[in-house]
């Protein structure tokens, strides 16, 4: 795997100046930054960085402290800050960018993180504090923020982010919508391949080049074998998957929804579809490249009843499942970084009419109770914390309970 992440460097790599586009300006030759001064709830202000492919500006040293200090200026307000605290102990204080926790460096000011504060970081304007972080509830205040995007390079096309010319088929009046494999002919005679999407700043950014279409879904370049084993047609890593749970499994190739959660689905590549091709930006066509790797991914862990708390994505279960779930109560506490909300999908269902799983958003407010034999829809959060809690009562064996899974969008 190392050898074709190396081989594909060589073939990408151009010796260029970064660059910083969508208003965003250039910070210490490394990022790209923006101040929005307006005051905005915390939610709101990850979705807008989200929507350029950032998150709320990481500050991982005295450097990039200092440097986005300077780049705010005497503005006199305190902003958000792209970090969330799940206790008061900052090894659980993890980076929007999903790159590690505030344990090596952070900035809190003496007392913080404090947690019953609420998990939200800011960064204070003036005074004695100035700079330094407080733990802050994030929906109930209202404050400027500071979005981080990756640099990129130059290149006229019409979207650049991180290296890369997104081009999107709607866009290109000769061919809309073509199935997979006319789809990935015509991405590489504009010297790209159908996109491979290796973040969730990536999928955000890619999802929102659809926001004002009518485009619900288009087809990207992944292709699975059965079971599933999905893997990228441009052969580079499968490091990020966002696949629906319930995708279903027909068909190869798979289409990303522009919908809540930018998940997912295997469709038939004979069908026509809208497409999204991806070339490295400022550079020239090189030949055909070899052909697909597959990737087997990581397994997934059982139950995750009474965690402290399951993380980012995965699949939990009641206890024993698939076999009876007797007399208990669980309760399961999914989290995902500060910048993103939670998806929960639930792929089985079948408990006895007096046990009830409860779902709970992040603010505490039940959003469900469950109970019976019937598949509940999706449940999405209003923030990077789900609680869902399982009581049940003697069932009837055969009652086998509930597999569910959660993803971060
Ligand atoms: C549009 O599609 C055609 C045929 O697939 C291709 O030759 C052309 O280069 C594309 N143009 C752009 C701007 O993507
Ligand atoms: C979207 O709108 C365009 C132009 O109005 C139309 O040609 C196209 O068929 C529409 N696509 C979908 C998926 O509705
Ligand atoms: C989960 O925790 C609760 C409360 O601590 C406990 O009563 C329950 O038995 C635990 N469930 C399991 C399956 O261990």
């Known amino acids: 795997m190392k050898l074709l992440v190396f081989l594909s460097l060589v073939v990408y790599t151009v010796s260029d100046t970064p660059v910083c586009n969508n208003g965003f300006s250039l910070v210490n030759s490394a990022k790209c930054l923006k101040l929005v001064t307006t005051p905005t709830k915390h939610r709101t202000a990850e979705a807008n960085c989200a929507s350029y492919g950032g998150t709320l500006v990481t500050i991982r040293n005295a450097i990039d402290n200092r440097a986005v200090s300077t780049f705010v200026g005497n503005i006199g307000l305190s902003f958000w800050i792209g970090v969330y ?6 090894t659980t204080c993890y980076f929007d960018d999903d790159l590690g926790t505030a344990s090596a460096y952070n900035n809190f000011a003496r007392g913080f993180p404090n947690t019953d504060l609420g998990g939200c970081v800011y960064s204070a304007s003036s005074g004695s504090l100035a700079g330094q972080w407080i733990s802050s509830e994030c929906e109930d205040v209202e404050m400027a923020y500071v979005c981080e995007a990756p640099t990129t390079k130059t290149d006229s096309c019409a979207h650049n982010y991180n290296g890369y010319c997104y081009l999107t088929s709607h866009e290109n009046a000769t061919s809309p919508a073509l199935p997979f494999t006319a789809a990935q002919d015509a991405c590489r005679q504009n010297c790209g391949e159908l996109v491979s999407i290796h973040s969730r700043r990536e999928n955000n950014y890619v999802q929102n080049l659809y926001t004002n279409t009518n485009i619900s879904a288009f087809l990207i370049g992944a292709l699975t074998t059965a079971p599933l084993t999905p893997y990228w047609i441009d052969q580079s890593r499968w490091d990020y998957g966002h696949v629906n749970p319930r995708s279903g499994s027909t068909g190869s190739c798979f289409q990303m929804t522009t919908g809540t959660d930018g998940t997912w689905y295997q469709v038939d590549c004979k069908a026509s579809q809208y497409f999204l091709c991806k ?5 020239v066509c090189n030949s055909t490249p070899p052909p697909p790797v597959i990737v087997t991914p990581a397994p997934t862990n059982p139950s995750g009843c009474n965690s402290t708390s399951l993380f980012s994505s995965g699949t939990f279960t009641s206890p024993n499942y698939p076999s009876a779930y007797g007399v208990t109560w669980c309760v399961y506490k999914l989290t995902t ?4 909300r939670i998806s ?9 009419q007096y046990t009830f799983v409860n779902v709970y958003d992040s603010n505490g407010a039940r959003l469900a109770q469950l109970t019976g034999t019937s598949l509940p829809s999706p ?31």
């Open 85 to 90: 605290c799940v206790t008061n102990d900052p």
């Open 279 to 283: 070339r490295p930006a400022g550079t």
């Open 337 to 340: 970084l500060g910048a993103y």
């Open 344 to 352: 929960l999908y639930f792929t089985d269902f079948y408990v006895y």
């Open 379 to 409: 449940y999405y959060s209003s923030s990077n914390t789900m609680t869902v809690s399982f009581s049940s009562t003697p069932g009837t064996p055969g009652y086998r309970g509930f597999n569910a899974k959660f993803l971060s969008f």
